[in-house]
């Protein structure tokens, strides 16, 4: 039997109609998220765009939903790349989703800019609860989650500390750990924000990988989002390999595509 929600191209991700509803719910909560705490949310040209110099990671500097016609959008990424640089970023970010014209591949790489990521926006489905080794992180743990985070992402551990502490103080958010000994085994940071929750990221030490830490952190995260109010918890995964299998695993499912193009903006810095 064919499922009406679901693409008959591709069962595994949502029909057209429905994902761009849900691309829309999903960045506008990424927006928010990546607003906190001295950012702000607004548009260029024709897409949606969240600037926040504070935020060092590429989800506090991003631009999504472009909608227009192929002259809009290229204009529009035209000016993203002087938005980006205004605020010292060395590269401008754009995640196409449903909610960004289909034509975006060709546009994008006639202007420059170029995929650098193919994801996939999941959705939880079923229970979720706190298993009894994950607790609620503390201020006292920030380093240690700055420190987990920048070996993940190759980021600055100092500006990524002052970073979490900021999101500490906002309610909106959540941050999760488990110990390992004296240190932390792996902690996951998630955000809520008018019905939609975002598991951002789950970081395991790796000598405790493999050991059910990630899964009782993403399991945690997705029960403390919906006592934030959370109707839907989404997140976002590499597509393919073992990010999409371990998504899977935790009890989400494939929602949409979503690819990051990418544009060095370093030159126009000066």
């Not at 609620?136 to 002052?162: H, I, N, Q, S, T």
Request: charged share 25%; aromatic share 6%; hydrophobic share 45%.
């Amino acid at each position: 039997m064919v499922d009406p929600l679901r693409d008959p191209d591709d069962p595994e991700l949502l029909d057209p109609y429905r994902a761009r509803e849900l691309a829309g719910l999903v960045e506008a909560a990424r927006l928010a998220s990546g607003a906190v705490r001295y950012g702000r949310v607004g548009r260029v040209g024709c897409a949606q765009v969240v600037v926040n110099p504070d935020n060092p990671l590429p989800l506090g500097n991003h631009a999504c939903a472009l909608d227009g016609s192929s002259a809009e959008v290229a204009g529009t990424l035209m000016r993203l790349e002087q938005t980006f640089a205004d605020v010292g970023r060395a590269e401008a970010v754009v995640y196409a989703s449903p909610t960004t014209v289909a034509e975006i591949e060709g546009i994008a790489d006639d202007a420059g800019w170029y995929a650098v990521e193919e994801a996939l926006a999941v959705v939880h489905r079923g229970p979720a609860d706190f298993a009894p080794s994950v607790r609620r992180a503390v201020d006292a743990d920030l380093d240690g989650m700055a420190a987990l985070l920048a070996d993940d992402l190759g980021a600055e551990p100092v500006r990524l500390a002052k970073h979490l502490a900021q999101r500490q103080d906002d309610p909106r958010c959540v941050f999760l750990a488990v110990d390992d000994g004296d240190r932390l085994a792996g902690f996951a940071s998630g955000f809520a924000d008018r019905g939609v929750g975002l598991v951002e990221h789950v970081v395991v030490r790796p000598a405790r990988r493999r050991r059910g830490v990630g899964s009782a952190l993403v399991g945690a995260s997705v029960a403390a989002l919906r006592e934030l109010g959370a109707l839907l918890v989404a997140a976002h995964v590499a597509e393919g390999g073992a990010g999409e299998r371990f998504a899977e695993a935790c009890g989400f499912g494939g929602g949409y595509p979503v690819t990051a193009y990418a544009r060095r903006v370093d030159e126009l810095l000066d």
